[in-house]
């Protein structure tokens, strides 16, 4: 199906009307959406070598298991001041092509108290063309 036949058809515009149902309301005028890695955080797999050398070990702020494997994570410089400031006029989401098992426990860390990040979307979320 060519590009504006999938626009126009009624299948798409029904996937689409479900997708705004899945985010939800809108909680203030204006949305600032951000990619989470490499915009607001760095994170690699530790290798085997790594763990046992740790020379060769990169150091982030903070670590985290995921299916076995660690998981290090570094954060942007000034990443929580700020998306503190800029909640106060956006909505801000972020959005992850991860899985929520991993994107999750980083941006629990980010933001504990779910005060800045109102919604958060993953690979899941993606609309397949």
């Known amino acids: 199906m060519t590009e504006n036949k999938l626009e126009n058809s009624e299948e798409y515009s029904s996937y689409l009307l479900m997708k705004s149902f ?64 800029l909640s106060d006029s956006f909505e801000i989401v972020v959005y992850t092509a991860g899985i929520k098992s991993y994107a999750d426990p980083i941006l629990d860390r980010i933001d504990p108290m779910n005060t800045m990040i109102m919604k958060r979307l993953y690979r899941h979320d993606c609309m397949q063309f």
């Open 22 to 85: 899945e985010l939800g309301p809108k909680m203030k005028n204006k949305v600032l959406i951000f990619d989470m890695d490499e915009t607001l955080v760095s994170a690699w797999r530790v290798r085997d070598e790594e763990i046992f050398n740790p020379l060769f070990r990169r150091k982030g702020d903070f670590n985290f298991k995921l299916e076995g494997r660690l998981i290090e994570v570094k954060l942007r410089p000034y990443v929580i001041e700020a998306l503190e400031r």
